[in-house]
């Protein structure tokens, strides 16, 4: 007799042999018990997890007939009557089984519905069963909308697909849809235990995990390679073999490799993937299977109940256990995150394994490291030698009006500016001046050149400005440090130098002002982001002042403006809270464990002695309520705050939204 294969030995013959499909198995069961059948079943699902199975016990629940032959539709069948043994082997009369992948045009599916006229020949009912129904053809499916609309009494339709999408509605609607889910590595090792204890093979547990986790959710695929293991291991299942025969990478070198990366030690990353690469194991395998062990450790990250609850038996577990403490939460998804795009690197890469250690090596580079960090600072000349390029591309230019010879008179208050949050402090002879800035906007809209008058360098004259809103001196500049950066374009011969707005508004033509806020970006390239206006504050700006945080703030400020701390030190610095001071010793505190690193603490106590305020630090993990960062984006959302209320209060402006139909841009408003 010829071997059998267990895909189909130990395919169920019951719905209680089935596993991992208890939802569509408690449906039908009870659809069976109380008689409430449908005449159209559409099954759907990926490959092997029983479909076809599915079909052929509802067509033996619907026609058996039990052992003494006086049974009647059930749940349960017998298995051991005629109906039920034909059905199994494949020639019951009145159970037609049709590939649609094969047989997919309107001929085959009329040839089908032909015999839908006549009635059982042996059973009670007729069943027809289609598989891969979303290959058939439309004018196929359009063929068949009536009868699976309608049927006869005798009649059940059984579809069954892998793609439900490319069904029509019209199918769809015509029949009661189960989805069967792919099934969890779990149940597919608690089954294959089972078979392989009745086929009297020894296995070991970690084979059977491999054979679990590369069936992908198939019982029949899991079956099939359990198969094909047992024929290379001569009759017995070990890790070794199955993972040979697989090409799966072992875990073991997942985890030295999660294990250096958590310990930021480059030399063992790039010494473990030479090994892969000699060893010949798969650089998508690796990845793969990294993928893997960093999703089961940031659920142990984010449940630290299951990592204390991992399966004894199972060593893998205890090391993703002990790898998910060892390595930070945000850490752990920069690096799943990395695996899963590096995966779609590989193909691009002239070598595989190349690309495999940069892979690998980029979370080092983003990992915040003293060194790595500095390296990623622009230095103060580069930053100077963009700044004129940034502020030009920062500008948005709120309007362009066609005419001749525009004059730009700039005039901007000094005003204190907090500290920005993660940036160091940028001299004066670093910015590029606002006239620049608004000259640049101006001639990149066509405009002609303009003319550009500095207010702070001319001679005052009987005709001043207009106030600003709130101030009683002529000419006064918008206080908070507001932008008063101002095109005024006008023709030479119809407007007098320095008219007041109501003359303005007299003349004939258009508006002849355009306010244009200049911002300038410490960073090349950055853009200007429009924001509601009167936005809320952010979490980030919201602090609980307390007396150390007073002195903190200063002490960073004072460090910043020295450029004694830099890159991730003054990250560091910004980001924490003074807690206590016991003479020479403080104590600080962060939010984020990444940013307590031993190579910043060191740097950041080494500034504070020079700086004669304190020759040691501890720094812990906890609740941040007050620091530098929180008190500079305080001060930076008031800021923006009294700009858009100074702003939308201004006459001028009102004025102009009211006679013009003007608007404010969002986001347009930024203070200096």
């Known amino acids: 007799m010829s071997y059998l294969v267990l895909a189909r030995k130990y395919r169920p013959r019951n719905f209680t042999e089935m596993v991992g499909q208890e939802h569509v198995v408690q449906a039908l069961t009870n659809a069976l018990t109380q008689q409430r059948l449908h005449h159209a079943y559409l099954f759907t699902g990926t490959r092997g997890v029983g479909k076809t199975t599915v079909s052929r016990i509802l067509a033996k629940s619907l026609n058996c007939q039990g052992p003494d032959g006086q049974g009647g539709i059930t749940a349960t069948p017998c298995g051991v009557c005629s109906a039920c043994t034909d059905i199994d082997s494949g020639r019951f009369p009145d159970y037609t089984e049709l590939d649609a992948a094969s047989n997919r045009g309107v001929d085959e599916v009329q040839s089908l519905l032909e015999q839908a006229v006549y009635k059982p020949v042996q059973g009670r009912f007729k069943v027809f069963m289609i598989d891969e129904v979303h290959m058939l053809t439309n004018t196929a499916f359009n063929a068949m909308l009536k009868t699976l609309e309608e049927p006869p009494e005798y009649l059940k339709f059984v579809l069954a697909t892998t793609d439900p999408q490319k069904v029509p509605v019209t199918v769809l609607s015509r029949c009661l849809q189960f989805n069967l889910r792919p099934m969890a590595p779990e149940t597919v090792l608690s089954h294959l235990t089972q078979v392989l204890a009745s086929e009297n093979v020894s296995s070991e547990p970690q084979a059977l995990r491999l054979l679990s986790r590369a069936a992908r959710g198939s019982m029949r695929d899991a079956l099939s390679l359990t198969d094909q293991a047992i024929a290379f291991g001569s009759g017995q299942l070990q890790e070794a073999a199955v993972r040979q025969m697989l090409g799966a990478v072992d875990r073991s070198y997942v985890f030295r490799l999660i294990d250096a990366l958590a310990q930021g030690d480059g030399k063992t990353v790039v010494e473990t993937s030479d090994t892969l690469r000699l060893n010949g194991l798969s650089a998508a395998s690796t990845l793969e299977e990294m993928s893997a062990v960093l999703q089961r450790m940031a659920v142990f ?372």
């Open 301 to 672: 990250q984010a449940v630290p109940q299951m990592a204390g609850a991992v399966d004894a038996d199972d060593p893998e577990a205890a090391e993703t256990a002990r790898l998910a403490a060892l390595m930070p939460a945000d850490e752990t998804q920069l690096l799943y995150s990395l695996c899963l795009h590096g995966r779609g690197e590989l193909g691009l890469a002239p070598d595989e394994y190349a690309a495999l250690t940069m892979v690998l090596l980029r979370l080092l580079a983003f990992k915040p490291s003293g060194d790595s960090a500095e390296k990623k600072t622009l230095t103060r000349a580069e930053t100077a030698s963009s700044g004129s390029a940034t502020a030009v591309s920062a500008a948005p230019a709120a309007a362009a009006v066609a005419v001749p010879a525009p004059v730009v008179r700039t005039g901007v208050a000094p005003a204190p500016q907090a500290l920005p949050v993660g940036a160091a402090p940028v001299a004066p002879a670093q910015a590029a001046s606002p006239a620049a800035a608004v000259a640049a906007v101006v001639a990149a809209a066509g405009l002609a050149p303009p003319v550009v008058q500095d207010l702070s360098s001319e001679p005052a004259d009987s005709s001043e400005p207009p106030p600003w809103p709130g101030s009683d001196e002529p000419g006064s500049v918008p206080p908070m440090g507001l932008a008063a950066t101002v095109l005024s374009v006008r023709t030479p011969e119809r407007f007098e130098r320095n008219q007041p707005p109501a003359q303005y508004q007299q003349a004939q033509g258009a508006p002849e002002f355009v306010a244009i806020p200049v911002r300038e970006s410490p960073e090349p390239g950055e853009r200007l982001q429009p924001l509601p206006l009167s936005a809320p504050t952010p979490v980030s700006a919201r602090y609980t002042p307390t007396e150390e945080g007073d002195v903190w703030h200063a002490t960073v400020r004072q460090m910043v403006v020295a450029e004694s701390i830099t890159a991730l030190v003054r990250e560091l610095a910004l980001q924490s809270q003074l807690v206590a001071r016991d003479g020479g010793h403080w104590l600080l505190r962060v939010e984020r464990e990444s940013l307590n690193q031993p190579t910043a603490r060191e740097r950041l106590r080494a500034a504070l002695e020079a700086a004669g305020h304190a020759t040691q630090i501890t720094v812990e993990v906890g609740v941040v309520i007050d620091s530098p960062a929180r008190r500079n984006a305080a001060a930076a959302a008031e800021r923006q705050r009294r700009a858009e209320e100074i702003v939308n209060n201004d006459p001028f402006v009102q004025s102009l939204m009211r006679d013009y139909g003007a608007r404010i841009v969002p986001g347009s408003i930024k203070p200096a």
